[in-house]
Nanobody, 116 residues
């Protein structure tokens, strides 16, 4: 079992940057097969934004490639999402997730609002 707590969301103007953090407890993130960031905008389905494997491989949805970077710090047991060149369409609640076996664990989410 793993517990996830996100932080770092807020209000930012278009073109600005934010860094989200996902602090994990209960298990080392280095031993979690896949961790990722998802987002859910009002009236839309939750979508996958970025993932990082236990081996450190990363992947991104096309809409954020070149702007967002997922990374991790094993010593702090934390996964990050650096978001640059933010756009109003990036506005959403961002969730951290961890895949362990057949289960997916979620954090409580953090709101990101990008004003135009």
């Amino acid at each position: 079992q793993v517990q996830l707590v996100e932080s770092g969301g807020g209000l930012v103007q278009a073109g600005g940057s934010l860094r989200l953090s996902c602090a994990a407890s209960g298990r080392s993130i280095l031993n979690i097969n896949l961790m990722g960031w998802y987002r859910e905008a009002p009236g839309k389905q939750r979508e996958l934004v970025a993932t990082i494997t236990s081996g450190g491989y990363t992947n991104y949805v096309d809409s954020v490639k070149g702007r967002f970077t997922i990374s991790r710090d094993g010593a702090k047991n934390t996964v990050y999402l650096q978001m640059n060149s933010l756009k109003p369409e990036d506005t959403a609640v961002y969730y951290c997730a961890a895949n362990l076996g057949v289960r997916r664990y979620w954090g409580q989410g953090t709101q990101v609002t990008v004003s135009s």
